[in-house]
């Protein structure tokens, strides 16, 4: 089965910009969550998406946004990229079963911003 | 509010040596918990849930509701275990797949 994919790697782009990241989840997984890492602040969720619609949302401002399509691929879109943006942003797919939640992550995505 | 505490960002030991991670939690429902690890330059990994109380690679973890706790520990540390350790936390059935995860350990296996 292949793992949660995301695209692109690695991206640099200037304050001002708008970058949009795609992850596609495992097989048959519905849920699909995003989380911002970086150094001085960990990991920090950003939202999750069940079935197109978005179920829970984290802490960050309206310039992050994200969606989900029909057969569970989600993109997440960025606008007027700020320096403090640059992080790795990461992927998130689960599925619920007997036992709970079983969460997997993508590589990531790399965004420097300059 | 959920929040997840890890105390040490840094922990250094011995090959061959007992470990103990340290993980703290606050969250008012039932919570799921989990540790997840990170080797360098790879994706977060999923190490062990406290769900299904495995043993991974070792490591074990078990809750303690009294002391909101969830501590990893392994009794005999090997070189491939140095990695950022992160304790995380969902909450059951009300927060979807949402986890809050703590600042992480950097674990440290000297030869």
């Known amino acids: 089965k292949a793992g949660v994919t995301q695209t692109p790697r690695y991206l640099i782009k200037t304050r001002g910009q708008q970058v949009t990241l795609s992850c596609s989840p495992i097989?048959?997984?519905?849920?699909v969550s995003w989380y911002q890492q970086t150094p001085g602040q960990g990991l920090q969720f950003l939202f999750e998406y069940f079935s197109e619609t978005q179920r829970n949302k984290g802490n960050f401002p309206g310039r992050f946004s994200g969606r989900q399509f029909s057969n569970s691929r989600s993109e997440m879109n960025v606008s007027t990229l700020e320096l403090g943006d640059s992080a790795l942003y990461l992927c998130a797919s689960s599925s619920v079963g007997p036992s709970g939640n079983t969460i997997y992550f993508g590589e990531g995505s790399w965004l420097t911003v300059v | 509010a959920q929040r997840v505490t890890q105390p040490e960002k840094l922990l250094s030991v011995f090959k061959g040596a007992p470990v103990e991670l340290k993980c703290n939690y606050s969250?008012?429902?039932?919570?799921?918990l989990f540790w997840y690890v990170q080797y360098s330059r790879q994706r977060l990994q999923l190490l062990l849930r406290h769900i299904s109380r495995e043993s991974i690679k070792g490591f074990t973890a078990d809750l303690n509701k009294g002391e909101t706790s969830f501590h990893l520990k392994k009794p005999f540390a090997q070189e491939e275990d140095s990695a950022m350790y992160y304790c995380a936390l969902s909450g059951r059935g009300t927060s979807g797949s949402r986890l809050t995860f703590g600042e992480g350990t950097q674990l440290t296996v000297n030869p």
């Open positions: 969250y008012s429902g039932s919570p799921e």
């Open positions: 097989s048959g997984h519905r849920s």
